[in-house]
């Protein structure tokens, strides 16, 4: 039967890989918010596998929550407008915010959602992020946990889609050209 996997021109990122750096950013993570009220904020969807990893790696207590923004118009990102498909059920005033997210692309995402939650009075807001890709950053996003920086690549797997598929992938890699003909 055909694996999910044989599409990939090219593994980029193992899952024992991606597993070993989750739990690297998990320690780093636990240390610097000891004894803090912590609320993880997964991005859906992509972010779905990020934040099952990142959270059980974890060495303390914390709340999950989620959500869901979209671009306004056909899908293109460069509006810069976003909008809440599903806000957050948690108030977070007073709380130390982390967002989760798979990758920081062209930024916008990230970038709105950090003033967007921090414009809501939390204690801290920071973002943690398994890929980020420097080339292709078009507005300033500071993410203060970052698993890896890539080039500027399509990639999938872990949560990454291409058209709604291979999020299930284990692995991180580039596609194969014959998918997208
Ligand atoms: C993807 C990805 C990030 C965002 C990064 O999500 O999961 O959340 O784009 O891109 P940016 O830095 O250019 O904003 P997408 O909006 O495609 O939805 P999904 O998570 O449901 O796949
Ligand atoms: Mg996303």
């Given at each position: 039967a055909a694996d999910v996997g044989d599409d990939l021109v090219e593994v980029l990122f193992t899952e024992a890989q991606i597993q070993t750096r989750i739990a690297e950013m998990a320690a780093e993570i636990s240390r610097d918010y000891e004894g803090k009220d912590l609320v993880l904020v997964g991005v859906l969807r992509g972010a779905v596998m990020v934040m099952a990893d990142l959270s059980r790696a974890l060495d303390k207590h914390v709340e999950m929550d989620w959500m869901a923004v979209s671009s306004y118009?056909?899908?293109?990102?460069?509006?810069g407008v976003v909008r809440i498909l599903k806000d957050l059920d948690?108030?977070?005033?007073?709380r130390h915010v982390l967002i989760v997210d798979e990758i920081i692309d062209t930024g916008l995402t990230l970038s709105w959602l950090t003033s967007n939650l921090g414009s809501r009075g939390p204690a801290s807001v920071e973002i943690a992020t398994l890929l980020r890709k420097p080339e292709a950053l078009q507005m300033p996003v500071k993410a203060k946990y970052v698993g890896w920086d890539i080039p500027n690549e399509f990639v999938v797997g872990y949560g990454l889609d291409y058209r709604e598929t291979y999020?299930?992938?284990r692995d991180i890699g580039t596609l194969s050209p014959s998918v997208y003909s």
């Open positions: 118009g056909s899908g293109t990102k460069s509006s948690a108030d977070i005033s007073g999020r299930n992938l």
